[in-house]
């Protein structure tokens, strides 16, 4: 089925240790994103993609790196976890094409919860 | 200053009656869209309904509709004949401007929603 997967569902991680969450989409959509969800923060944007080599920074980057070297895949890089990155990532794909001003215009993956202790 | 407001943390209400959920915006911007979407206890974002800044009617997507008051900036959601099955989190989302850096969504804090039987 088309859509945005999001690998893994679930991840616990030590203090200090790294990880790539994965995200693809076959949908060939330009925009990627990805969001943390924090109790009573509602979801807020760490980084996201316009195409393939094109990314920028969202309201809460820091920890994070991003890169864009396909059009299916926007991997999330955590470089040093630390608890505060505990929390539960979404993935989020958009056409430009189709997307903008329509009402289905963003899917969003099924979400990472992370946990770092 | 937030961009998405959602002034209930929480809401309840009985089964079969109606239930408005707030959300008011912030943005310069003439072109933005308004979404809603609703967040189960499984976790995954669901989207509901599409408001448009150029819509000239309110949005209605079954027992869903958008209370859309551009000059108060507001788009709340009225959910008719509440059921049990909409007790989750709902939140109100926007998109401002055109082009291709202007896909970001940016999140209210939530409204989590019971429904008593």
């Known amino acids: 089925n088309a859509g945005v997967t999001q690998t893994p569902k679930f991840q616990v991680l030590k203090t200090g240790q790294s990880m790539t969450l994965q995200c693809a989409q076959d949908?060939?959509?330009?925009?990627m994103s990805w969001y943390r969800q924090d109790p009573g923060m509602g979801l807020r944007l760490i980084h996201y993609?316009?195409?393939?080599?094109?990314?920028d920074q969202g309201e809460v980057p820091n920890g994070y790196n991003v890169s864009r070297s396909t059009t299916e895949d926007f991997p999330l890089r955590l470089l040093s976890a630390a608890p505060s990155q505990t929390s539960v990532y979404f993935c989020?794909?958009?056409?430009?094409?189709?997307?903008?001003?329509?009402?289905?215009?963003?899917?969003f993956g099924s979400g990472t919860r992370l946990t770092v202790v | 200053a937030q961009k998405i407001t959602q002034t209930q943390p929480g809401m309840f209400v009985q089964e079969k009656e109606a239930v408005t959920l707030d959300c008011t915006y912030d943005?310069?911007?003439?072109?933005?869209?308004l979404f809603w979407y609703k967040q189960p206890s499984s976790g995954e974002m669901i989207f509901l309904i599409y408001?448009?800044?150029?819509?000239?009617q309110n949005a209605t997507e079954g027992r869903y509709s958008l209370n859309f008051q551009k000059a108060r900036k507001s788009a709340n959601l009225v959910i008719s004949a509440s059921q049990l099955g909409d007790s989750a989190m709902y939140f109100c989302?926007?998109?401002?401007?055109?082009?291709?850096?202007?896909?970001?969504?940016?999140f209210g804090k939530g409204t989590l929603l019971t429904v008593n039987p």
């Open positions: 989020a794909s958009s056409s430009f094409v189709t997307g903008w001003g329509t009402p289905y215009g963003y899917t």
């Open positions: 943005t310069s911007d003439p072109s933005y869209g």
């Open positions: 993609s316009v195409g393939a080599g094109i990314t």
């Open positions: 949908m060939n959509h330009e925009y």
């Open positions: 408001q448009g800044s150029y819509d000239q």
């Open positions: 989302a926007m998109r401002e401007g055109r082009g291709g850096s202007n896909y970001k969504l940016t």
